[in-house]
Protein backbone atom coordinates (compact mmCIF):
# COMPACT_ATOMS: atom_id res chain seq x y z
CA UNK A 1 0.00 0.00 0.00
CA UNK A 2 1.25 3.22 -0.87
CA UNK A 3 1.20 5.12 2.35
CA UNK A 4 3.31 8.20 0.64
CA UNK A 5 0.20 10.17 -0.27
CA UNK A 6 1.71 13.61 -1.37
CA UNK A 7 3.65 11.45 -3.72
CA UNK A 8 0.53 10.53 -5.74
CA UNK A 9 -0.14 14.30 -6.72
CA UNK A 10 1.41 16.07 -9.73
CA UNK A 11 4.09 18.68 -8.13
CA UNK A 12 1.94 21.49 -9.84
CA UNK A 13 -1.15 20.56 -7.35
CA UNK A 14 1.66 20.25 -4.43
CA UNK A 15 2.42 23.94 -4.83
CA UNK A 16 -0.60 25.19 -5.08
CA UNK A 17 -1.92 23.41 -2.23
CA UNK A 18 1.28 24.32 0.26
CA UNK A 19 1.03 28.23 -1.30
CA UNK A 20 -2.97 28.05 -0.62
CA UNK A 21 -2.49 26.49 3.00
CA UNK A 22 0.26 28.54 4.36
CA UNK A 23 -1.10 31.51 3.04
CA UNK A 24 -3.96 31.24 4.95
CA UNK A 25 -2.33 30.03 8.20
CA UNK A 26 -0.17 33.10 7.46
CA UNK A 27 -3.20 35.56 7.44
CA UNK A 28 -5.04 34.03 9.81
CA UNK A 29 -2.45 33.00 12.56
CA UNK A 30 1.04 34.18 12.01
CA UNK A 31 0.76 37.62 11.16
CA UNK A 32 -1.39 38.49 14.12
CA UNK A 33 1.13 36.75 16.22
CA UNK A 34 3.67 38.50 14.71
CA UNK A 35 2.32 42.09 15.19
CA UNK A 36 0.75 41.21 18.51
CA UNK A 37 4.42 40.27 19.68
CA UNK A 38 6.18 43.16 18.38
CA UNK A 39 3.57 45.71 19.72
CA UNK A 40 3.53 43.97 23.29
CA UNK A 41 6.97 42.63 23.69
CA UNK A 42 9.65 43.83 22.04
CA UNK A 43 8.77 46.99 21.03
CA UNK A 44 7.94 48.37 24.39
CA UNK A 45 10.95 46.89 25.69
CA UNK A 46 12.94 49.26 23.27
CA UNK A 47 11.33 52.34 23.44
CA UNK A 48 11.90 52.18 27.09
CA UNK A 49 15.66 51.74 26.29
CA UNK A 50 14.96 54.72 24.05
CA UNK A 51 14.08 57.09 26.90
CA UNK A 52 17.53 56.08 28.59
CA UNK A 53 19.56 56.74 26.11
CA UNK A 54 20.23 59.49 23.14
CA UNK A 55 18.71 57.06 20.37
CA UNK A 56 15.33 57.39 18.63
CA UNK A 57 13.24 54.29 18.16
CA UNK A 58 10.22 54.05 16.18
CA UNK A 59 8.16 50.59 15.53
CA UNK A 60 5.97 49.82 12.40
CA UNK A 61 3.61 46.75 12.91
CA UNK A 62 6.50 44.02 12.25
CA UNK A 63 9.65 46.34 12.63
CA UNK A 64 12.36 47.99 15.27
CA UNK A 65 13.34 50.92 13.86
CA UNK A 66 16.26 52.72 15.90
CA UNK A 67 18.46 56.07 15.00
CA UNK A 68 21.26 57.04 17.12
CA UNK A 69 22.24 60.73 17.75
CA UNK A 70 24.50 61.24 14.57
CA UNK A 71 22.90 58.86 12.00
CA UNK A 72 20.94 60.06 9.50
CA UNK A 73 18.51 57.05 8.99
CA UNK A 74 17.46 54.50 10.89
CA UNK A 75 18.52 50.71 11.27
CA UNK A 76 16.38 47.99 12.84
CA UNK A 77 15.41 44.47 12.62
CA UNK A 78 11.89 42.87 11.36
CA UNK A 79 10.33 40.24 13.52
CA UNK A 80 11.24 36.93 11.97
CA UNK A 81 9.02 34.33 10.40
CA UNK A 82 7.05 36.87 8.07
CA UNK A 83 6.46 36.37 4.17
CA UNK A 84 10.28 36.11 3.55
CA UNK A 85 10.04 32.69 5.75
CA UNK A 86 6.58 31.40 4.65
CA UNK A 87 7.11 31.95 0.54
CA UNK A 88 10.09 29.76 0.33
CA UNK A 89 8.97 27.28 3.39
CA UNK A 90 5.82 26.31 1.84
CA UNK A 91 8.14 25.88 -1.62
CA UNK A 92 9.88 23.28 0.41
CA UNK A 93 7.06 21.79 1.84
CA UNK A 94 5.88 21.07 -1.31
CA UNK A 95 9.35 19.58 -2.80
CA UNK A 96 9.86 17.67 0.37
CA UNK A 97 13.09 19.05 1.29
CA UNK A 98 12.98 18.66 4.88
CA UNK A 99 17.24 19.77 5.04
CA UNK A 100 16.52 23.13 3.57
CA UNK A 101 13.26 23.61 5.69
CA UNK A 102 14.95 22.45 8.67
CA UNK A 103 17.52 25.30 7.78
CA UNK A 104 15.84 27.83 6.99
CA UNK A 105 13.81 27.59 9.42
CA UNK A 106 16.81 27.64 11.98
CA UNK A 107 18.00 30.85 10.10
CA UNK A 108 14.92 32.69 11.11
CA UNK A 109 15.33 31.28 14.96
CA UNK A 110 18.94 32.76 15.13
CA UNK A 111 16.88 35.96 13.45
CA UNK A 112 15.02 36.00 16.83
CA UNK A 113 17.64 36.46 18.53
CA UNK A 114 20.90 37.70 17.24
CA UNK A 115 19.37 40.95 15.30
CA UNK A 116 17.55 41.66 18.36
CA UNK A 117 20.76 41.83 20.62
CA UNK A 118 22.39 43.81 17.96
CA UNK A 119 19.72 46.48 18.08
CA UNK A 120 20.38 46.39 21.91
CA UNK A 121 23.84 47.12 21.40
CA UNK A 122 23.14 49.96 18.81
CA UNK A 123 20.97 51.77 20.70
CA UNK A 124 23.57 51.55 23.42
CA UNK A 125 25.81 53.29 20.94
CA UNK A 126 27.87 50.21 19.83
CA UNK A 127 28.21 51.41 16.26
CA UNK A 128 29.34 48.22 15.40
CA UNK A 129 26.26 46.55 15.86
CA UNK A 130 24.64 49.06 13.02
CA UNK A 131 26.91 47.84 10.53
CA UNK A 132 25.51 44.29 12.23
CA UNK A 133 22.33 45.23 11.34
CA UNK A 134 23.00 46.73 7.75
CA UNK A 135 25.09 43.15 7.05
CA UNK A 136 21.66 41.37 8.69
CA UNK A 137 19.50 42.93 6.31
CA UNK A 138 21.28 41.99 2.78
CA UNK A 139 21.95 38.72 4.04
CA UNK A 140 17.87 38.29 5.00
CA UNK A 141 17.31 39.01 1.64
CA UNK A 142 19.76 37.09 -0.04
CA UNK A 143 18.59 33.78 2.48
CA UNK A 144 15.12 34.85 0.78
CA UNK A 145 15.81 35.48 -2.99
CA UNK A 146 18.40 32.15 -2.65
CA UNK A 147 15.63 30.07 -0.57
CA UNK A 148 13.07 31.06 -3.13
CA UNK A 149 15.53 30.24 -6.34
CA UNK A 150 16.24 26.76 -4.49
CA UNK A 151 12.76 26.03 -4.10
CA UNK A 152 11.26 27.11 -7.80
CA UNK A 153 14.27 25.19 -8.94
CA UNK A 154 13.38 21.76 -7.57
CA UNK A 155 9.73 22.67 -8.74
CA UNK A 156 11.08 22.77 -12.45
CA UNK A 157 13.02 19.92 -11.78
CA UNK A 158 10.11 17.71 -10.67
CA UNK A 159 7.46 18.89 -13.01
CA UNK A 160 10.40 18.33 -16.01
CA UNK A 161 10.73 14.61 -14.42
CA UNK A 162 6.99 14.05 -14.66
CA UNK A 163 7.07 15.26 -17.91
CA UNK A 164 10.01 13.33 -18.85
CA UNK A 165 11.39 16.59 -20.63
CA UNK B 1 25.67 23.19 -2.09
CA UNK B 2 26.86 24.23 1.06
CA UNK B 3 30.27 25.41 -0.12
CA UNK B 4 27.92 27.84 -2.39
CA UNK B 5 26.24 29.53 0.28
CA UNK B 6 29.13 30.15 2.57
CA UNK B 7 30.56 31.68 -0.55
CA UNK B 8 27.47 34.02 -0.91
CA UNK B 9 27.13 34.66 2.82
CA UNK B 10 30.61 35.82 2.77
CA UNK B 11 30.36 37.73 -0.49
CA UNK B 12 27.01 39.63 0.88
CA UNK B 13 28.71 40.23 4.51
CA UNK B 14 32.10 41.41 2.85
CA UNK B 15 29.54 43.60 -0.12
CA UNK B 16 27.58 45.42 2.97
CA UNK B 17 30.78 46.14 5.13
CA UNK B 18 32.59 47.92 1.70
CA UNK B 19 29.24 49.51 1.36
CA UNK B 20 28.81 50.51 4.63
CA UNK B 21 32.29 51.87 4.94
CA UNK B 22 33.70 53.01 1.91
CA UNK B 23 30.61 53.64 -0.74
CA UNK B 24 28.12 54.95 1.23
CA UNK B 25 30.21 57.53 2.92
CA UNK B 26 31.98 58.35 -0.08
CA UNK B 27 28.29 58.61 -1.93
CA UNK B 28 29.04 59.31 -5.63
CA UNK B 29 28.37 55.64 -6.50
CA UNK B 30 24.91 56.50 -4.90
CA UNK B 31 24.44 59.54 -6.18
CA UNK B 32 25.53 58.52 -9.99
CA UNK B 33 22.94 55.60 -10.00
CA UNK B 34 20.09 57.69 -8.63
CA UNK B 35 20.54 60.72 -10.78
CA UNK B 36 21.13 58.70 -14.01
CA UNK B 37 18.10 56.13 -13.41
CA UNK B 38 15.64 59.58 -12.64
CA UNK B 39 17.07 61.16 -15.64
CA UNK B 40 16.55 58.21 -17.85
CA UNK B 41 13.11 57.69 -16.49
CA UNK B 42 12.35 61.21 -17.45
CA UNK B 43 13.57 60.35 -21.23
CA UNK B 44 11.12 57.67 -21.04
CA UNK B 45 8.27 59.10 -19.39
CA UNK B 46 8.54 61.94 -22.00
CA UNK B 47 8.67 59.72 -25.60
CA UNK B 48 5.08 58.64 -23.88
CA UNK B 49 4.16 62.22 -24.20
CA UNK B 50 4.37 63.01 -19.93
CA UNK B 51 5.57 66.77 -18.51
CA UNK B 52 7.73 65.47 -16.42
CA UNK B 53 10.54 67.74 -14.70
CA UNK B 54 13.29 66.25 -13.09
CA UNK B 55 15.68 68.09 -10.52
CA UNK B 56 18.50 65.87 -9.42
CA UNK B 57 17.31 62.77 -7.95
CA UNK B 58 13.33 64.18 -7.98
CA UNK B 59 10.94 63.12 -10.59
CA UNK B 60 7.41 65.08 -10.98
CA UNK B 61 4.89 65.12 -13.24
CA UNK B 62 3.08 68.12 -13.38
CA UNK B 63 0.60 68.63 -11.24
CA UNK B 64 1.38 65.59 -8.76
CA UNK B 65 3.17 64.65 -6.53
CA UNK B 66 7.31 63.97 -6.52
CA UNK B 67 9.07 60.77 -6.22
CA UNK B 68 12.97 60.62 -5.13
CA UNK B 69 15.08 58.15 -5.69
CA UNK B 70 16.53 57.93 -2.65
CA UNK B 71 19.86 55.38 -2.17
CA UNK B 72 17.88 52.45 -1.17
CA UNK B 73 15.96 52.85 -4.04
CA UNK B 74 19.08 52.65 -6.74
CA UNK B 75 19.16 48.93 -6.93
CA UNK B 76 22.33 48.89 -6.12
CA UNK B 77 21.71 46.38 -3.12
CA UNK B 78 20.02 43.76 -5.58
CA UNK B 79 22.83 44.32 -7.74
CA UNK B 80 24.96 42.93 -5.15
CA UNK B 81 22.59 39.82 -4.32
CA UNK B 82 22.25 38.94 -8.11
CA UNK B 83 26.47 39.32 -8.14
CA UNK B 84 27.10 37.33 -5.07
CA UNK B 85 24.68 34.02 -6.61
CA UNK B 86 26.66 34.71 -9.83
CA UNK B 87 30.26 34.81 -8.54
CA UNK B 88 29.85 32.18 -5.71
CA UNK B 89 28.27 29.65 -8.33
CA UNK B 90 30.53 27.76 -9.90
CA UNK B 91 30.53 28.21 -14.05
CA UNK B 92 32.86 28.79 -16.54
CA UNK B 93 34.54 32.44 -16.25
CA UNK B 94 33.88 33.81 -18.97
CA UNK B 95 30.42 33.27 -19.32
CA UNK B 96 30.48 34.48 -15.89
CA UNK B 97 31.45 37.61 -17.09
CA UNK B 98 28.47 37.97 -19.47
CA UNK B 99 26.04 36.81 -16.88
CA UNK B 100 27.30 39.32 -14.31
CA UNK B 101 27.71 42.54 -16.75
CA UNK B 102 24.78 41.56 -18.24
CA UNK B 103 22.28 41.26 -15.61
CA UNK B 104 23.41 44.32 -13.68
CA UNK B 105 22.70 46.07 -16.79
CA UNK B 106 19.29 44.30 -16.82
CA UNK B 107 18.63 45.54 -13.08
CA UNK B 108 19.55 48.91 -13.77
CA UNK B 109 17.03 49.11 -17.34
CA UNK B 110 14.22 47.48 -14.68
CA UNK B 111 15.30 50.05 -12.49
CA UNK B 112 14.84 53.18 -15.10
CA UNK B 113 10.89 50.96 -15.73
CA UNK B 114 10.29 50.39 -11.88
CA UNK B 115 10.67 54.16 -11.26
CA UNK B 116 8.65 55.32 -14.22
CA UNK B 117 6.14 53.44 -12.73
CA UNK B 118 6.43 55.05 -9.50
CA UNK B 119 5.68 58.34 -11.37
CA UNK B 120 3.18 57.12 -12.69
CA UNK B 121 1.65 55.44 -9.49
CA UNK B 122 1.10 59.41 -8.55
CA UNK B 123 -1.42 60.04 -11.15
CA UNK B 124 -2.88 56.77 -11.25
CA UNK B 125 -3.04 55.46 -7.98
CA UNK B 126 -1.52 57.47 -5.46
CA UNK B 127 -3.51 56.07 -2.58
CA UNK B 128 -1.76 53.00 -3.00
CA UNK B 129 1.40 54.26 -3.71
CA UNK B 130 3.11 52.48 -0.39
CA UNK B 131 1.91 49.55 -1.22
CA UNK B 132 3.16 49.69 -4.73
CA UNK B 133 6.39 50.32 -3.55
CA UNK B 134 6.66 47.78 -1.26
CA UNK B 135 5.95 44.85 -3.44
CA UNK B 136 7.70 46.57 -6.47
CA UNK B 137 10.65 44.33 -6.30
CA UNK B 138 8.74 41.37 -6.48
CA UNK B 139 7.02 42.82 -9.40
CA UNK B 140 10.07 44.05 -11.29
CA UNK B 141 13.25 42.46 -10.17
CA UNK B 142 12.95 38.78 -8.27
CA UNK B 143 11.10 37.47 -11.38
CA UNK B 144 13.63 38.51 -13.60
CA UNK B 145 16.33 37.67 -11.30
CA UNK B 146 15.94 34.15 -10.54
CA UNK B 147 15.11 33.59 -14.27
CA UNK B 148 18.93 34.83 -15.15
CA UNK B 149 20.47 32.38 -12.00
CA UNK B 150 18.06 29.67 -13.68
CA UNK B 151 19.61 30.31 -17.03
CA UNK B 152 23.36 30.36 -14.78
CA UNK B 153 22.41 27.06 -13.19
CA UNK B 154 21.46 25.41 -16.79
CA UNK B 155 24.96 27.14 -18.26
CA UNK B 156 26.83 25.78 -15.74
CA UNK B 157 25.64 22.41 -15.66
CA UNK B 158 26.00 22.05 -19.05
CA UNK B 159 29.72 23.07 -18.96
CA UNK B 160 30.20 20.57 -15.96
CA UNK B 161 27.96 17.50 -18.14
CA UNK B 162 26.32 17.01 -14.19
CA UNK B 163 23.93 18.37 -12.39
CA UNK B 164 24.35 21.19 -10.00
CA UNK B 165 24.75 20.84 -6.48
CA UNK B 166 21.67 22.94 -5.97
CA UNK B 167 19.30 20.03 -7.15
CA UNK B 168 18.52 18.52 -4.02
CA UNK B 169 14.90 17.55 -4.71
New interface residues.
Given amino acids: MDINLRRKYPITVRVIFSLTIFSILYITLVRPVRVYINQNLIAPFYLSLDEAENSRVTMTARRINIQPDGYDSPRGFGIPFGGYFWLPFALFIA ?3 K ?2 TIGLTSYHLIMGIVPPYLGYLFIKQYAWAG ?1 GL ?2 N ?3 F ?2 VF ?2 S ?3 G ?3 I ?3 WKKEKNI | MMGF ?1 VK ?2 FF ?2 A ?3 I ?3 IIFPDGRLDQILAVSVAALAKIGLSAFGWQINVLDRLLVIDGYRGVEVLNGCNAL ?1 LM ?2 YS ?2 IISFQGPGQKRIVYLLGGIGIIFFLNVIRIMAFSLATVYFQPHWDTFHEFSSFIFF ?1 PI ?2 GI ?2 QW ?1 LTCEENTQSPSG ?4
Fill in positions: TRQWATKVETLQGLIVFWIKALDQ | LAGYIWQLYDLTALGFYILWYTLSLA
